[in-house]
Every structure is written in C-alpha cells, then in structure tokens.
C-alpha cells in the first residue's frame, strides 16, 4: 500500500462512519417517561441533595469513580511536538480507547489551549470536580514536572503525567528481573541514560528509589554527558549531573552495565555496546526507531539482554502494562493520589507476573511454543489476561498501606472476581487472532479474487503479514481492481480456472480427482468440467498442497460452497461430521456458538460431538471452554425429545469426556448468569465458572441467536468457523464484510498452523522420534 493509501486508510479510520474514537453510553433505563424523571428532573434532585449533605456520595451517586480525564494541551504529541490541543485530540481519545479495552474505565479527553503553566493547573483544578482521576497526556518537559507536582499537591484525587510514569513503571520491572538474569545488583551497576526529558527523569528517580546509586548514573542530552560543571542547567537536569570525567555517550558506555534510551534512534554503534560489562543490559526504547536495532545489538553482543518500545521484538516496554492497571486500583479504592509505593507496588506485580507460568491464550497470541522466565521474556505481554487481577490490587494494597485510600477493599477475593469480570469488555480476541497469524502466515487461496471486496481483504492480509493471498478469477478483472484500489500485484499468484494457460494444472487436479472418485459416478470427462470452477479448483489446491487453506462464499450460498469441500476434501481423521461455530465478540467477552451453519437437527450423540469440537476449536484461540448446553428446559423439566436429546448428549459427554467443563441442558440465562446458575442448580458443573460456549440444539436456534445478537447488540461475529474437516477450508457468510474476511482468513491461517503441528506430531510419533 502507498504511503497515501495508508494515510487514506487512518482518515477514513478516524471518520466514518461516526467522527472519533469513544462515545458516551447511557447506563440507565431510559424507554419510559418514568425513567426519564428519575433520571432528571424531579428525581435527580434526591442523589443531588445526598451528595449536598456528604461529598463523598458522589461516587454511590454518579459515574465519577470510574471516569478519568485524559488532559493535554498538545505541546509534546508523540513524536510529532507541539502540534496544538485540537490536533492532539485524536490522540487523546486513543488513550481514553486503551483505558476501556484494558481496565474497564471511562475517558472524557480534555484538550486544554493554553501553553501558561499556572493557567493549565487552574483550568485541571477546575473542572476535578468531574472526575476520579485525572492522566495528563503529551505536555512538554519541563512544564509537565511543574504541572504534575502541583496539581497532585491540590488535588485530592489520583494525578499521573503517564509519559512520565508509565515508562518508568515498565522499564523498572523490566530492568529488576534483567538483573536478576544478569546476576548483578542494582546498587552495584553502572547505569547510562540516554535523554534528559519527562521519561528520563521519572525512570531514573525510579531506579534510584529501587536502590540505584546515584554516583553510578549517569545521564546523557543532546550536548553530551550532563556534568556538575555546565551551565544552565534545568532543576531536573542538575538533579543527575556527575562529577565524572566523562564528555559524550561513547565515554559514558564503557564498562556500563545497563543503557537506557529515551532520545533518539541509532545513537549507540556496536562498538559502544562491545564497550560494555558481560551481560550488558539495554532497554534501547525511542520509537519508532531504537537506539540501536534489536538485531544489531543480538548480532553484535550474544549475551546481552534486550527491550524496545517495539511490538515486533521480545521485551516491549509498553505503557499499556501500566496506566490503565494502576488508576484501576487506585481507583477502587479511591486513593487520594498516585505516590510512590503505589507505583512500585505495580513495578513488584509486573515483574512478579513475569516469573509465573504463562497461560496457554498468551503463548498461542504471540506464537510461542511456551514463554519461560528469561533474556528474552522479562516483563508480561501487553495481551496477558492476567495483569487486570494482579496489578491493580497491588496498587489498591499499597495505597491502604501508605494510608491515602479512602474506601478500603476487606474481600480481595471478590475484588479480583470483579476485575476478571471487567476483562468481558476488551474483546481482545482479534488482536490475539491476528497477531498469532502473523507469526506463521500460510498461502490462502481467494476463491473470488474478482469481487472488490474479496480484493480489499486479501490487500489488507498481504500488507498486514496476516497471510499471502492467491487469487482466484478473472485475471483482467481482478488486476484493474486491484489498479482501483492501489493494490501491488508484484509477488501475488493470480489464477483463472477457466484460462489455457491453467490447462495443464486444471487436468493434474482433474486426473487426480477422478482417480478419488471414479467409483463413486465420476468420470474423467465429469472431473475437468468440475475443475473449471473455482470451488472446486481451490479445494484442490489445498489437496496437492500449492495452497495451504481457502476461502470462500462470499458470493454464493452456503450449501453449494460447501458441496465441492466435502467431495474433494472431506472429513479430518476420527471426525464423523462437520460442524462450524461463530465468535461472537460481546461486552461480556468472545462467546462461541455452534452449529451455525450445517446441522438441521443433530441426534445425542451428534450434538454431543458437535460440542466436543467445539471444545477443541476453542482451545485452539488458547481459551479454556466452559461449555453449556442450551435448551428451552432445565436439567429434566421437561420430558419432551428436544430436551431429552440434549439431557443425553451431556450424559455422554460426562462419561467420555470428564475432564471437559460442560453441562446442561440449561434455559439461556441460566448458561450465561452465574449467580442465578448457582441460586437455582447448586449442582451444577459450571457453578463457578463464566461460561464462554454455547451448544444448541438445532440449527434454528443456533443460526437466530447469533444473528440476533449481531443485529441487536452490534456484536462483531467471526464465522463460520468449519469444524471436522480434513484440510483448512472456510466459508463465508454470502455478502461477509471486508473485515470478517480479514478475520476469517487470520482463522484459515490459525488452522493450518494447527493442522501443521498436527501432522507433523503424527509424523514424529510413526517414525517413534
């Protein structure tokens, strides 16, 4: 994609189809009139009065406890400077976005015109009323540390200048398990810091409070080595100024043990990192360039330990890990402030969560055989389900301990319970999906490359490394649109089944085809007349192995995509049928929900295969399933067959499959409440568990419900996902969008990656390796 598509491309993202990035959502009923007086006049006016009497109901009464305002005046937007408070905005609503999906807490971005100290803390101080908790956003050094200081001073709510801090925090965990692979000590190392600006600053403070010594710090600015004898020193930078003899950052290198970057790319040359100790540390994190590239510094220095701010090596030092984390807990307990032993508490937990073993989902997103403790796994994923219940009662606990909460947690068992809850809200599924596709791309195959949008996805997959399209079509067709949408052809396979110049592998696929099938009424004659269609033609690709999954449907109805799959693929070994289920991505988190597509009225024992690949599909996204099997009835209250068949398909499952969690059958709001679950059937397999997996009955309820729910709540759907099939082949809904084909095509590639280790253990296990 050219540099204008891409930038065509986030314009459009910003835009449509509503301007921006967050909205606000009513939380309250609001159908009737009666609804509407209590939610203003003349019903507002009690919790008004209440907070009158007692400040502090504001937060029973209001949203105020879990909104945040994320305020900048625009003078330091990330790497583009001092661009103005309107044109921070967009940023600022993305930093509101990333407090949602990651700990559940409302945004209001605030954009502030004024470049005035004094009147940027009095416009904050004004409108704090409104919040319970303020972030302060890309406001340029060394204001920011005035303007951060006085405002945690006056203000009774918790204030973090996350440019600062957030790097601070993640570095520091980074930094204490990188010692402890190094076998060295903080107070022993020698440190150089590479910029002297807001981040720098907080990280070094940091490092020092964890017992950095100060005469082992040394930090660098765009002059050289800032030394007790310059002049005109800012307070911050007089604060780290060494009385070494030391003039640049060559000097400051060697024989350092640690190097932290926060300037500017490609400072450090390989031969000041061969300067350095055994097993020098270096957190070289400038974006989006390093200081010095991750592959440079490997190749020079086996035996160092490495961090970037980058998402494509091990070890990113990403602020996402922090801020939402902390003014989670902070929050919750409505600290008075964000102060020292609450950010080092989050320093203990992240580094803590490192050294535990890391869940199946984690290893799965980031195509990792297993991540383990060490040089190149030394601070949690940004995608690790577990940082909302480990980070934020650690901050919680810190300010009950230092004495600055007001709202005290007594049941941490419950708290954690409720923070596992908020995790519903991030619908971090895709992301995961499209990150581990990425990490192995396999050859898709576009049974209609001819269609616009089929191209736009298959574009889209290409230039996202999510997979490598082969295009099937008109090949006239598909190259002017492909013109129309400023897709590069270079590198793409593009295939007519229908032209001449496919003759000879058309007739392979076709021989190969009849030989399959000649006694089942194929003749040669039927088998080329077949290949001409693309169905068949892709189905065979994946066969012969030219391709390694395909897509189609997005243009013809369902059955007749899926008849040339079962005559020339059929069904994986063991299978007895195919099934497919749906993602639906919900508020509650990704439900999934089968069968969605094949199976009109499946038997018992049917249904309870269909719900064991289901299970297995699941555990494929590295997500344990909690399987209920839905029905009109409750566990026997009604003998009629639908229920029956349903009550005996669990029984089976119970018997054969023990270990699976599943049970019914249950009425829909008993499988997805909980608490009413446990009320009512306190028998239950899944009492204690949130279930994530839906099994109906027929393909009647299962089809309805998840196209109920994808008209009815907006939840995005991702399916039919094909079960049971022998090679990885999907079928799109006919008219699917250009982005569930670029989600399912992450699936197909997920399948194949599976597939492959499938094999490849089948393999190792005949030769008894």
Not at 272 to 300: G, H, Q, R, W
Not at 624 to 635: C, D, G, T
């Amino acid at each position: 994609m050219s540099i204008e598509s891409k930038r065509r491309e986030a314009l459009v993202y910003h835009a449509k189809p509503t301007p921006g990035k967050i909205k606000v959502v009513p939380t309250k009923k609001y159908a009737t009139q009666r609804d509407l007086s209590l939610a203003y006049s003349p019903g507002v006016a009690e919790p008004c009065l209440e907070i009158e009497k007692e400040k502090s109901n504001v937060y029973r009464y209001t949203a105020k406890g879990n909104l945040v305002a994320v305020i900048s005046n625009g003078t330091a937007v990330l790497g583009l400077g001092d661009i103005g408070p309107e044109a921070s905005k967009p940023v600022m609503e993305g930093k509101g976005l990333l407090f949602k999906i990651f700990a559940d807490i409302d945004v209001f971005d605030i954009e502030v015109d004024t470049k005035d100290v004094d009147a940027f803390i009095e416009t904050v101080k004004n409108i704090a009323p409104t919040f319970g908790g303020i972030n302060l956003e890309d406001i340029k050094a060394p204001e920011a540390f005035e303007i951060e200081r006085r405002l945690k001073e006056e203000l009774d709510i918790p204030v973090m200048h996350d440019d600062q801090h957030g790097t601070a925090i993640i570095s520091a965990a980074a930094l204490l398990n990188a010692l402890e692979i190094a076998d060295k000590k903080i107070e022993d190392v020698k440190i150089v810091v590479s910029g002297a600006g807001a981040a720098a600053v907080s990280c070094t403070r940091l490092y020092k409070a964890f017992g950095a010594k100060a005469e082992n710090i040394v930090m660098t600015d765009s002059k050289g080595v800032i030394r007790k004898d310059r002049d005109n020193l800012t307070k911050e930078k007089a604060e780290f100024a060494t009385d070494r003899d030391l003039n640049d950052l060559d000097d400051a290198m060697k024989d350092a043990d640690v190097f932290i970057g926060l300037s500017m790319a490609n400072l450090v040359t390989p031969e000041m990192l061969m300067s350095m100790t055994d097993t020098p540390i270096v957190f070289a994190m400038a974006n989006p360039d390093p200081e010095i590239s991750y592959d440079l510094a490997i190749k020079t220095r086996d035996d160092v330990i490495m961090a970037t701010g980058r998402s494509d090596h091990p070890n990113q030092v990403n602020n996402v890990l922090g801020f939402p984390f902390i003014f989670r807990g902070a929050m919750d307990v409505r600290a008075t402030g964000i102060n020292e032993e609450m950010k080092m508490a989050a320093v203990k937990a992240l580094a803590e969560l490192a050294k535990e073993p890391v869940p199946e989902q984690v290893n799965i997103a980031y195509g990792e055989t297993r991540l383990n403790f060490g040089r190149d796994y030394i601070i949690p994923k940004p995608f690790d389900p577990r940082l909302i219940a480990k980070v934020p009662p650690a901050v919680a606990k810190a300010a009950m301990e230092s004495g600055i909460a007001t709202e005290p947690i007594t049941d941490w068992e419950k708290y954690e319970d409720e923070l596992l809850e908020r995790m519903g809200n991030d619908n971090k599924l895709v992301r995961l999906m499209l990150d581990r596709a990425r990490t192995n791309p396999k050859r898709v195959v576009f049974a209609e490359g001819d269609h616009l949008d089929v191209l736009k996805a298959a574009q889209t997959v290409k230039e996202e490394g999510i997979a490598i399209p082969i295009l099937l079509g008109r090949k006239d067709v598909i190259l002017e649109l492909m013109k129309e949408i400023d897709f590069d052809p270079e590198g793409i396979e593009i295939i007519d089944p229908k032209a001449d110049e496919e003759r000879e592998r058309k007739n392979k696929y076709a021989e190969k085809y009849w030989k399959n099938n000649k006694r089942g009424g194929i003749t040669l004659y039927d088998a080329k007349r077949l290949l001409r269609e693309r169905n068949y033609f892709a189905a065979m690709m994946v066969n012969e192995g030219d391709a390694d999954a395909l897509l189609s449907g997005y243009s013809r109805s369902y059955p007749t995509v899926v008849k040339p799959m079962l005559d020339l693929i059929g069904l994986a070994k063991g299978a007895t049928r195919i099934a497919t289920m749906n993602v639906m991505m919900t508020d509650r988190g990704p439900l999934f929900i089968s069968d969605t597509s094949i199976n009109i009225d499946p038997s018992s024992k049917e249904l309870a295969k269909i719900a064991q690949m289901t299970a297995r599909t699941v555990e494929m996204f590295g997500i344990k399933p909690v399987v209920a099997m839905v029905s009109y009835a409750n566990f026997g209250s009604s003998k009629h067959p639908n229920a029956t068949k349903v009550q005996d398909a669990v029984a089976y499952l119970h018997r054969y499959y023990p270990n699976l969690i599943v049970d019914g059958e249950l009425q829909m709001n008993f499988a997805l409440n909980r608490k009413l679950r446990k009320d009512k059937f306190p028998f239950s397999k899944l009492n204690g568990q949130k279930v994530n997996t839906l099994v109906f009955p027929n393909l009647d309820s299962a089809n309805s419900n998840y196209k109920l729910l994808s008209e009815l709540n907006n939840a995005e759907s991702i399916g039919p996902i094909m079960m049971g099939m022998a090679k990885p082949v999907h079928i799109l809904q006919l008219g699917a969008s250009v982005e569930e084909m670029i989600n399912m095509a992450a699936v197909a590639v997920i399948d194949a990656q599976e597939k492959e280790k499938r094999d490849l253990h089948l393999s190792l296990i005949s030769k008894n390796i």
